[in-house]
């Protein structure tokens, strides 16, 4: 699936960000990522996305996100 593959390459671009130290611009590539995972139906994808994610609001300090959106990470790995 081409839009898969598009979600990968989201997230790998979103990897080399992280490395360069540009975590904003990393986050806006996972939230790209994400909707396309949920709508193919690539539950693996999307819970991967929101783990990292999760990594990105546990690093400036957003507490109720980062556990939102852990949980949200486990209830989709834990259902398939």
């Given at each position: 699936?081409?839009?898969?593959?598009?979600?990968f390459s989201y997230l790998?671009?979103?990897?080399?960000a992280c490395q360069l130290r540009q975590y904003d611009r990393a986050r806006q590539l996972q939230e790209q990522a994400l909707p396309i995972f949920r709508e193919s139906g690539d539950n693996w994808?999307?819970?991967?996305?929101?783990?990292?994610?999760?990594?990105?609001?546990?690093?400036i300090g957003d507490k109720r996100t980062t556990e939102h959106l852990i949980r949200e990470s486990l209830s989709i790995s834990?259902?398939?």
């Open positions: 699936n081409g839009r898969r593959d598009m979600a790998k671009l979103s990897e080399v994808g999307a819970a991967f996305t929101l783990f990292w994610l999760s990594i990105y609001y546990s690093e834990e259902a398939t």
